[in-house]
């Protein structure tokens, strides 16, 4: 099934288990005030809307660049907005040493893509273009929205079960006994929109990847790219730099933390040893079927970025 309609499918059954549940707490317990749980949690996500741009910026310790302090750099951002036909994104460098890249803002037109000072010594300059290709299709689809949207649906959930555990319903119809069933079947609504929104993320970035290629990217590039960054993630010791962006790590081309695992299943893909991943290598993947691991699918099940092998085995399919 194409990434547009799974995306389109899980966005159906999410906002759908949101009606079926506030329907079910209408019809069978009378319980009247559902909806100011569902007002609230989107006016605490039009806040964090709002404010995530100021916490994204700081946590990652961005630094705005001009033109003149980044020349190359201003020029393929530039290059690969116009090709998206979206407005140029502010271009930013993260002070922190940890190799990676990002993309944050509120709409197209307060788009942000940032790299890290780590990254910029790391990558070649066509495999700096596919990575800035992934981080502006993110902007170009609209990413930070749709995805503040989809987390609303967990967190109604969590405010219902709450509401309907501790609240205190008994004087309703039904009583204490069954608004706790309730909440426990809210609870469980909870953990299962949590891995659903999770999954949304993970299209987002099979998404992003097959924008990368649109926009002009070789396959094997970014697929090189990103085994760059997966080995030098793994080899990353700075724990509390680490810390610091745990809350933030889904704005990221890969999720840090997984990469001491990812590294052993791509340096296979690396028959010379060279450190890349190049075409006939990536052309090898197409050729293999990937199996995983019963734990490194439980990994990916709650992970907001796909498994790195799956990704890469995608991008060779993209390979025309």
Known sequence: MGLNAR??????????????VFTGIGIWTGYGSAMFYIIIAFGFLGIQYLVSPFIVRRTMRVKWVSDKDEPELHRMVGELAEKARVPKPKVGISQLAIPNAFAFGRTQRDGRVCVTQGLLNLMSKDELKAVLGHEISHVKHRDMIIMTLLS?????MYWIAVSMMWGGVSGRRQGGGYAALIGLG??????LTNLLVLYGSRIREYHADLGSVKLGSMPHHLASALYRLVYANAR??????????EGVKAFFLNDPSRSWREIRELSEIDLDMSGTIDYDELMEVRQKEVRLSRTDKLMELFSSHPNMLKRVKHLSTLVV
Do not use: D, H, Q
């Open 7 to 20: 995306m389109f499918l899980l966005i159906a059954l999410l906002f759908g288990i949101l009606y079926g």
């Open 152 to 156: 609303a649906v967990p967190l109604v």
């Open 186 to 191: 809210a609870f469980a609504l909870y953990f």
């Open 236 to 245: 990353f010791k700075g724990r509390e730099e680490l810390k610091r962006v």
